[in-house]
T-cell receptor, first 114, second 117 residues
Framework: QKEVEQDPGPLSVPEGAIVSLNCTYS??????FMWYRQYSRKGPELLMY????GNKEDGRFTAQVDKSSKYISLFIRDSQPSDSATYLC??????????????FGTGTRLLVSP | DAGVIQSPRHEVTEMGQEVTLRCKPI?????LFWYRQTMMRGLELLIY????????DSGMPEDRFSAKMPNASFSTLKIQPSEPRDSAVYFC???????????????FGSGTRLTVV
């Protein structure tokens, strides 16, 4: 079983729809949760960063973390064709020393049609 | 800042040939990472460096893979000999710090798409 599971999609929605993207994980030590957006032929770029449980909102994007269920979500309101990309969740556990390695989901491909 | 720069963008090579991928991290970033991305396995960390020193290479798939960082502004990932199963997109990333701030500052290059035929 992978540490982080993510539905690969593709997820196709019309412009203006609310999009829900999700990941589940198995490692209860994860404390830092991130969402990356990756456009075709580009590297991933950080979209949202959350520590521990709770919600975080940034414009049309909301990240939710439910540590009791080991489940994280990214919501996109009023989706736009420019949101069409692959969305990867990533997680990390704190370390006393050294770099906290990121564990990525495989990504969900989102297609927003005009 | 130009970001993390990788070259070449695309590489097509024949099985058995040596392949060298190159990366220039963001100036001032002390951590450099090499990842491999495939449809089946997603993004996998191969190796990372801190201050030019390899710290964790447990993700390197086998002895055919090697990585070096001779100075703070340059790193290479070499595959010798290459095999068709090495076909993937290879990303380099850099960060300025460990801990949570390092996670926020994680920056990826645009990747090298490797095809081994």
């Amino acid at each position: 079983q992978k540490e982080v599971e993510q539905d690969p999609g593709p997820l196709s929605v019309p412009e203006g729809a609310i999009v829900s993207l999700n990941c589940t994980y198995s490692n209860s030590a994860f404390q830092y949760f991130m969402w990356y957006r990756q456009y075709s032929r580009k590297g991933p770029e950080l979209l949202m960063y959350t520590y521990s449980s709770g919600n975080k909102e940034d414009g049309r994007f909301t990240a939710q973390v439910d540590k009791s269920s080991k489940y994280i979500s990214l919501f996109i309101r009023d989706s736009q064709p420019s949101d069409s990309a692959t969305y990867l969740c990533a997680m990390s556990a704190p370390l006393n020393t050294g770099f906290q390695k990121l564990v990525f989901g495989t990504g969900t491909r989102l297609l927003v049609s005009p | 800042d130009a970001g993390v720069i990788q070259s070449p963008r695309h590489e097509v090579t024949e099985m058995g040939q040596e392949v060298t991928l190159r990366c220039k991290p963001i100036s001032g970033h002390d951590y450099l990472f090499w990842y491999r991305q495939t449809m089946m396995r997603g993004l996998e960390l191969l190796i990372y460096f801190n201050n030019n020193v390899p710290i964790d290479d447990s993700g390197m798939p086998e002895d055919r893979f090697s990585a070096k960082m001779p100075n703070a502004s340059f790193s290479t990932l070499k595959i010798q000999p290459s095999e068709p199963r090495d076909s993937a997109v290879y990303f380099c990333a850099s960060s300025s710090a460990s801990g949570p701030q390092g996670l926020k500052g994680y920056t990826f290059g645009s990747g090298t798409r490797l095809t081994v035929v």
